[in-house]
């Protein structure tokens, strides 16, 4: 079945670095999703992207969708510790058509 | 408003114990629901998927059923729990069409079977 690969794993910055995570599929995505859960929480939504090239905004966060629709990323611009959490991409596409999560980035911030 | 309601928060049963988690979602009608598991600090996988009453397909073959009784009530099932069945378990529901399909989760259910 369709897969939504996602990376890195784990993040370690220091405050006020930057941060990225990307999530690649190996098919065309008709949208992609970006979830935050911070630690003892759900996830919670964060936006879509449903257009080749978009690129949203959100505060320090910048949302990308790749010209072909397989490839996501979320940017941090200047972490705080208020960032910290796991990041998940998501998309339709399972065998039932049901959402699919990517593994997440769990993102760390040292003050 | 849309709300989904999961209990219990936090649950501590003995091996070989059966399980009941039920999940209920207001404001909306024929969701599409979801079980998640996550283990202590790793990704979330989809245990149960369901498009409607009675329809529940299976991700991964293990311990635990899901039945929907009713339109907006998911519920998960073990007869009995094993040790590897502790985790973090998510119920999450999403519209069955509209222009931003995201899924709302409900406030999770911590298991630890001991």
């Known amino acids: 079945g369709q897969q939504v690969m996602q990376i890195p794993q784990y993040q370690h910055v220091q405050e006020g670095e930057d941060f990225t995570t990307y999530c690649n599929s190996s098919?065309?995505?008709?949208?992609i999703q970006w979830y935050k859960q911070r630690p003892g929480g759900h996830p919670v939504f964060l936006i879509q992207l449903v257009k080749s090239g978009e690129v949203k905004k959100q505060k320090r966060l910048t949302f990308q969708f790749g010209e072909a629709k397989k490839n996501s990323s979320l940017h941090i611009t200047a972490t705080q510790t208020t960032d910290v959490g796991t990041y998940f991409c998501?998309?339709?596409?399972?065998?039932?058509?049901?959402?699919?999560f990517g593994k997440g980035t769990k993102l760390s911030v040292k003050p | 408003s849309q709300t989904i309601h999961q209990w219990p928060a936090t649950l501590v049963q003995p091996v070989g114990s059966p399980l009941s988690l039920e999940c209920t979602v207001e404001g909306t009608s024929n969701p599409n629901l979801y079980w998640y598991r996550q283990a202590a600090g790793r990704g979330l996988q989809l245990l149960f998927y369901s498009v409607g009453i009675g329809q529940i397909s299976s991700e991964v073959p293990q311990n635990l059923s899901a039945s929907r009784p009713q339109d907006r009530q998911f519920i998960l099932s073990s007869k009995k729990l094993l040790l590897s069945d502790s985790g973090f378990y998510l119920c999450?529901?999403?519209?069955?069409?509209?222009?931003?399909?995201?899924?709302?989760f409900g406030q999770g259910t911590r298991l630890t079977v001991v």
């Open positions: 998501a998309a339709y596409g399972g065998s039932q058509g049901n959402l699919i």
């Open positions: 999450a529901w999403t519209p069955l069409r509209g222009r931003v399909t995201e899924a709302f």
């Open positions: 098919t065309t995505l008709s949208n």
